[in-house]
């Protein structure tokens, strides 16, 4: 029979009821997704829902929420306390994640300049990372700057004489926890070193034969080819900074004191909320954090194609 015949002897069976493909049976797959299916309703999806209806109402958590329209957010509007808790959460973020990620990038480079026992300094700087954002390494911050401190005492054995309480100090709590930001380099010092191992050494090499010093290779060759490990991890420590909470609620012991000095924009939120049950109003202030970070997000990626360089 020719391919002629053949091509319409399937066409005519297909037509007639012949055999058909069989499609791949899904249900596997469905079972192993309905585990996530479930938990981004029932913790992501409906949460937000349910915060976005009682933005709009007067709720206590002990009567039912009232409908009261825009209130929330004109009270948000003349809240100097919300404002300042604004101001003390972007001095965080915008001094915080760029000394976090100079201080990661900087070790990242050291590591990668072939010393020996890599896996043993890679696991010990990721450590604070873990550590960082606990109950009890914010305790034992809080200990090492209070006027009895550690910090104090070493100082104090160096000649320096009258020393503040760091954490009690309005001009120098904040300080602190930035500190302590800082402190966490570890995530993005794993993935620096990580694009780092990934950047073609035949360009040091070149730029070795043309006498390119350390310092020319780093800022001609590193630092664009790194650019969008850069970029990955800005955009994801300032997301990270803007939810920061457990610092400052267990320095300030859940004031955000002294003198509002370390009132961020989450603990306010959680004061507002479970402290004060003006569930409604801090429903309104979780949208309003939601905005605030999807805005600098979408800043950010408008940005990247001015600096951040691709291979391809």
Do not use: C
């Amino acid at each position: 029979m020719s391919a002629v015949g053949e091509l319409a002897s399937i066409v005519s069976s297909r037509k007639k009821g012949g055999p058909k493909e069989k499609h791949p049976d899904n249900k596997q797959a469905a079972v192993f997704m309905l585990p996530w299916v479930l938990g981004f309703l029932g913790i992501t999806l409906i949460p937000m829902i349910a915060s976005f209806a009682l933005a709009f109402t007067d709720y206590s958590l002990l009567a039912p929420p009232e409908f009261v329209g825009l209130a929330n957010i004109k009270e948000m509007i003349g809240d100097t306390r919300l404002h300042n808790s604004l101001l003390v959460t972007f001095i965080y973020v915008f001094v915080g994640t760029p000394l976090q990620l100079i201080a990661a990038l900087l070790l990242a480079v050291a590591l990668n300049q072939g010393i020996k026992g890599l896996a043993f300094y890679r696991s010990v700087f990721y450590l604070p990372s873990l550590l960082g954002g606990s109950v009890a390494i914010a305790i034992l911050w809080r200990q090492m700057f209070g006027a009895n401190g550690l910090i104090n005492q070493v100082g104090g054995m160096l000649g320096f004489e009258n020393l503040p309480g760091w954490v009690s100090n309005p001009d120098t709590a904040l300080g602190t926890i930035i500190l302590l930001h800082v402190w966490t380099f570890g995530s993005p010092m794993i993935i620096f070193l990580a694009g780092l191992r990934q950047i073609p050494e035949m360009y040091y090499e070149a730029a070795s034969v043309d006498g390119a010093s350390k310092i020319a290779q780093f800022f001609r060759i590193t630092l664009p080819l790194l650019t969008p490990i850069i970029f990955f991890n800005v955009v994801l420590q300032v997301i990270n900074a803007f939810q920061s909470f457990t610092q400052a609620f267990v320095v300030s012991g859940g004031t955000g004191g002294p003198s509002d000095s370390t009132m961020f924009y989450t603990l306010y939120l959680y004061i507002k909320g479970f402290t004060q049950f003006d569930m409604g109003y801090a429903s309104a202030m979780a949208w309003l954090l939601l905005i605030i970070v999807a805005i600098f997000t979408a800043i950010n990626f408008f940005a990247s194609k001015y600096w951040v360089f691709y291979d391809d």
